[in-house]
Every structure is written in C-alpha cells, then in structure tokens.
C-alpha cells in the first residue's frame, strides 16, 4: 500500500470531517487505494498485507490516518481479509446497508472521510460476536512502539 495518502491528512492535521473531490483523492491514492476506499472494490482474498500480519499497532484509514482498529481485537477469520471483533471507537466508523452483488450486507466506512472499508457481518467471536472484515488495502498498520 502506498503511504502518500497518510502525509495529506493525519489526525493531528485534520481533526474534523475530510471532504475532498474525487480528482482530490484520485491525486493522493494509488490506483488500488482508490478503487476499494473510493468506489467500495474489494481485494482478492488472502492477497493483501493485513490478513495474517501478528504485528501488534493500530490500523488507521488508509485515506485519511483515522485510528480504526486495535490489533488486540484482530482475530483469523479464515476468510482472507484481516477480521477485527471491534472498532477501537464505535464513532470511528458508520455503516449503512449494501445491497450490491444480489445480497444484503452492512457496509463500513470510515467516519471521518466516508471511504469503503470493508464489512461487518454478525459471526464474530466473543464478547461482540461481529466479524469486521476489512480490505488490507484499505488500512495502514502504525506498529506500537515498544
């Protein structure tokens, strides 16, 4: 994942809403980036850089640096994508319902900038029992210092 899209809007620089245009972040995500966070892809299963990471950090929004995920509620799915129990705030994230591919799904977006995430689905573990299923591209892991 490329990380030119962490230098434009960090925590610290933007603590509000991100809005840009399209030509905006067309500009400052790669190609990959801009098709899952902007127009809702996905990655192929067990092909991105976060399914089976163990590195302990936080994952943030790969578009605007939001904090999203704890790595101590990141769990093997089986599924390919990285899979988390719970976001580090619920306010961290929005959902809504996703009807493409002829089913219903809840989508999730980033709630600082509105970029497609992944989703959640309700066979997670203990204690939530929900399964966020998230794009590894979608992510950036910012490794806990030690």
């Known amino acids: 994942m490329s990380d030119k899209a962490m230098k434009t809007d960090t925590p610290e620089s933007t603590p509000g809403k ?82 493409s591919l002829f089913m219903t799904r809840t989508e999730v977006l980033c709630s600082r900038c509105d970029s497609h995430l992944g989703h959640v689905f309700e066979d997670g573990p203990a204690p939530t029992g929900q399964r966020y299923c998230m794009n590894s591209i979608a992510l950036k892991l910012e490794p806990k210092k030690e």
């Open 18 to 99: 991100v809005e840009k245009s399209e030509n905006e972040w067309m500009r400052i995500l790669s190609p990959e980036q801009y098709s899952v966070l902007r127009q809702h892809g996905t990655e192929r299963a067990f092909t991105g850089k976060y399914h089976d990471a163990k590195t302990p950090g936080i994952y943030r929004c790969g578009a605007c640096g939001q904090e999203l995920f704890d790595s101590d509620t990141k769990y093997d799915s089986g599924t390919g994508w990285p899979s988390f129990w719970a976001p580090i705030d619920d306010e961290k994230v929005a959902t809504k319902t996703d009807k």
